[in-house]
């Protein structure tokens, strides 16, 4: 089943434009990741399909619902309650884990689930202690978000996503506040979120990462899709490029 | 007159000061949240008129306001001025005045929270209302707990300017009966009263900073 596609996005900021006609789609069970140099608008991508972005033109579907269309060369964006269903369907860890400072661990996971889902709390604060005994956290739900490393924090934030049940989780670059030791455990959590056929659109500077646990490759530069397909294929890719862009990781 | 019967005379008007300082406080710091959201209001219109609010209630003497205010219904629209609304005329004018104070203060702890915490809390569902309520307001609470409490501490010692409508608080009372006593025991004892006053504003406002320092 398709959950996401994203046609034709076009975006500019101050007449500078950032995302010049890309197209991308996400199956169900999908990892999806976007690899590009600083600058190349795959940041901005993510950031317009959580609609943290608005778009200038194209066209964004989750489920087959439409949350923005094109219409006369403008994206016209869905109503408000259709968009809040849409908003339901996706999830996003931030770069810098943007956790609550003022709540525990546990309140950061259960608080929207009860307060935004209107769950019942029983229900939730045993999810979230399932999603923390996941996360290596089980001894760590009292804590506030300032007495945990960084990789502890991004752990939290994960659970956090997920306990809203998102059909996509999106990660923008979950891992460039970290240190390699703890990018190595986020890393390892998005591997078994992977394996259990969780549908993920990962922006990341990881370039083994990205060759080992993706379905698909998009490799971005200048707001344009320069190469994209399977992850043996891009990344043996004879696009120079593409090729310039991994030699640069290689070296 | 004995000292404590100057204590006596003094004790009373200690209610009077009192009641200035809180109602003062609760008003302002209401008036203060709403004044700062519509300083920070999307319409250019909206925020410039507070703005500019601000600027004069900041700009001019807290003295000169309390005159308007109390003098203003007379002079302007020729409303007969009873002694009674001399409390009032206090009370109003201290609110309007802090009220700038207080939203600036306000203003400063709403924008040092990261855009981040927004976004989160959009990406999670919240609604623009919650958002303000459960993730912004705690924390910028916690932030201006210490410009707050400064601003509290001068709002005890500003209470005396009353004295310019002839409000009988502790130092309207102080000034008379130095006149009327010549002694310089009613200033001894406001002196204790204000420092004793600011006293409890800090410990009282050390507690809360401590009762927050729970995160960071």
Same mark, same amino acid.
């Given at each position: 089943?398709?959950?996401?596609?994203?046609?034709?996005?076009?975006?500019?900021?101050?007449?500078?434009?950032?995302?010049?006609?890309?197209?991308?789609?996400?199956?169900?069970?999908?990892?999806?990741?976007?690899?590009?140099?600083?600058?190349?608008?795959?940041?901005?991508?993510?950031?317009?399909?959580?609609?943290?972005?608005?778009?200038?033109?194209?066209?964004?579907?989750?489920?087959?619902?439409?949350?923005?269309?094109?219409?006369?060369?403008?994206?016209?964006?869905?109503?408000?309650?259709?968009?809040?269903?849409?908003?339901?369907?996706?999830?996003?860890?931030?770069?810098?884990?943007?956790?609550?400072?003022?709540?525990?661990?546990?309140?950061?996971?259960?608080?929207?689930?009860?307060?935004?889902?209107?769950?019942?709390?029983?229900?939730?604060?045993?999810?979230?202690?399932?999603?923390?005994?996941?996360?290596?956290?089980?001894?760590?739900?009292?804590?506030?978000?300032?007495?945990?490393?960084?990789?502890?924090?991004?752990?939290?934030?994960?659970?956090?996503?997920?306990?809203?049940?998102?059909?996509?989780?999106?990660?923008?670059?979950?891992?460039?506040?970290?240190?390699?030791?703890?990018?190595?455990?986020?890393?390892?959590?998005?591997?078994?979120?992977?394996?259990?056929?969780?549908?993920?659109?990962?922006?990341?500077?990881?370039?083994?990462?990205?060759?080992?646990?993706?379905?698909?490759?998009?490799?971005?530069?200048?707001?344009?899709?320069?190469?994209?397909?399977?992850?043996?294929?891009?990344?043996?890719?004879?696009?120079?490029?593409?090729?310039?862009?991994?030699?640069?990781?290689?070296? | 007159?004995?000292?404590?019967?100057?204590?006596?005379?003094?004790?009373?008007?200690?209610?009077?000061?009192?009641?200035?300082?809180?109602?003062?406080?609760?008003?302002?710091?209401?008036?203060?949240?709403?004044?700062?959201?519509?300083?920070?209001?999307?319409?250019?219109?909206?925020?410039?008129?507070?703005?500019?609010?601000?600027?004069?209630?900041?700009?001019?003497?807290?003295?000169?306001?309390?005159?308007?205010?109390?003098?203003?219904?007379?002079?302007?629209?020729?409303?007969?001025?009873?002694?009674?609304?001399?409390?009032?005329?206090?009370?109003?004018?201290?609110?309007?005045?802090?009220?700038?104070?207080?939203?600036?203060?306000?203003?400063?702890?709403?924008?040092?929270?990261?855009?981040?915490?927004?976004?989160?809390?959009?990406?999670?569902?919240?609604?623009?209302?919650?958002?303000?309520?459960?993730?912004?307001?705690?924390?910028?609470?916690?932030?201006?707990?210490?410009? @707050?409490?400064?601003? %509290?501490?001068? +709002? !005890?010692?500003?209470? /005396?300017?009353?004295?310019?409508?002839? *409000? #009988?608080? @502790?130092?309207?009372? %102080?000034?008379? +009966? !130095?006149?009327?006593? /010549?002694?310089?025991?009613?200033?001894? *004892? #406001?002196?204790?009263?204000?420092?004793?006053?600011? +006293? !409890?504003?800090?410990?009282?406002?050390?507690?809360?900073?401590?009762?927050?320092?729970?995160?960071?």
């Amino acid at each position: 089943m398709r959950l996401l596609e994203m046609n034709h996005i076009k975006k500019s900021f101050d007449g500078q434009e950032v995302l010049k006609d890309i197209s991308i789609h996400v199956d169900e069970g999908e990892v999806l990741s976007i690899i590009g140099p600083s600058g190349s608008g795959k940041s901005t991508m993510l950031r317009c399909a959580t609609m943290l972005e608005t778009i200038d033109d194209g066209e964004i579907i989750y489920l087959g619902d439409a949350a923005a269309v094109s219409r006369d060369g403008h994206a016209v964006y869905a109503k408000a309650a259709d968009l809040k269903k849409i908003h339901n369907y996706y999830g996003l860890v931030f770069q810098n884990f943007n956790l609550f400072p003022h709540y525990s661990v546990l309140k950061n996971i259960t608080d929207a689930p009860m307060r935004v889902q209107k769950r019942g709390k029983a229900e939730v604060y045993a999810e979230a202690r399932e999603l923390l005994r996941k996360m290596g956290l089980e001894d760590r739900e009292k804590a506030y978000p300032y007495q945990l490393s960084g990789g502890q924090q991004q752990r939290v934030s994960i659970a956090r996503a997920l306990a809203m049940k998102p059909k996509i989780l999106f990660f923008d670059e979950p891992t460039s506040a970290l240190d390699p030791e703890l990018t190595g455990e986020i890393l390892k959590i998005i591997k078994d979120l992977a394996a259990e056929k969780m549908t993920m659109v990962i922006v990341t500077h990881e370039m083994n990462f990205a060759k080992n646990v993706s379905d698909y490759v998009v490799f971005m530069d200048k707001g344009i899709i320069v190469e994209e397909g399977k992850p043996e294929d891009v990344f043996n890719s004879k696009n120079p490029r593409m090729k310039e862009f991994l030699g640069k990781f290689e070296e | 007159m004995t000292v404590m019967q100057i204590v006596q005379q003094l004790f009373n008007s200690m209610g009077i000061t009192m009641e200035i300082f809180f109602v003062t406080l609760v008003t302002s710091l209401i008036l203060g949240l709403g004044l700062a959201l519509v300083r920070m209001s999307k319409s250019r219109v909206l925020s410039l008129i507070a703005k500019f609010y601000i600027s004069v209630m900041r700009g001019t003497p807290l003295m000169l306001q309390l005159l308007v205010v109390y003098f203003g219904p007379f002079f302007i629209f020729g409303m007969q001025i009873t002694p009674s609304y001399r409390l009032k005329a206090v009370l109003i004018g201290f609110a309007l005045n802090y009220a700038a104070y207080f939203a600036e203060i306000y203003r400063s702890g709403i924008a040092a929270i990261p855009v981040g915490q927004y976004e989160a809390a959009r990406l999670l569902g919240y609604s623009k209302t919650q958002t303000f309520v459960h993730i912004v307001m705690p924390q910028v609470i916690k932030r201006i707990i210490p410009p @707050v409490a400064n601003e %509290t501490i001068t +709002l !005890v010692k500003d209470t /005396s300017l009353a004295f310019t409508l002839a *409000v #009988a608080e @502790v130092f309207t009372v %102080t000034k008379q +009966l !130095v006149a009327s006593q /010549s002694s310089v025991v009613p200033f001894i *004892v #406001a002196g204790i009263f204000y420092y004793v006053f600011n +006293l !409890v504003v800090a410990v009282f406002f050390e507690y809360l900073e401590k009762r927050l320092s729970y995160y960071r």
